[in-house]
């Protein structure tokens, strides 16, 4: 159906991503989630779900 159409088909994603950050940033995330009392893979899944107005 997709190639009728000629669109992509959604592809499926793993939820496994690896990001790449500063020093400064990766520091900053760390102090960020420790303050919160949260793992800094919480911090940034926090940080994403925000942005994509995806809060709960």
């Given at each position: 159906m997709?190639?009728?159409k000629g669109i992509?088909?959604?592809k499926p994603y793993?939820?496994?991503l690896n990001v790449?950050?500063?020093p400064e940033?990766?520091?900053g995330a760390a102090m960020a989630a420790s303050r919160e009392g949260i793992?800094?893979?919480a911090f940034i899944k926090?940080?994403?779900a925000r942005a994509?107005?995806?809060t709960h």
């Open positions: 997709c190639l009728e992509a088909p959604k793993t939820g496994v790449r950050l500063s940033m990766h520091s793992t800094i893979n926090n940080a994403v994509l107005g995806m």
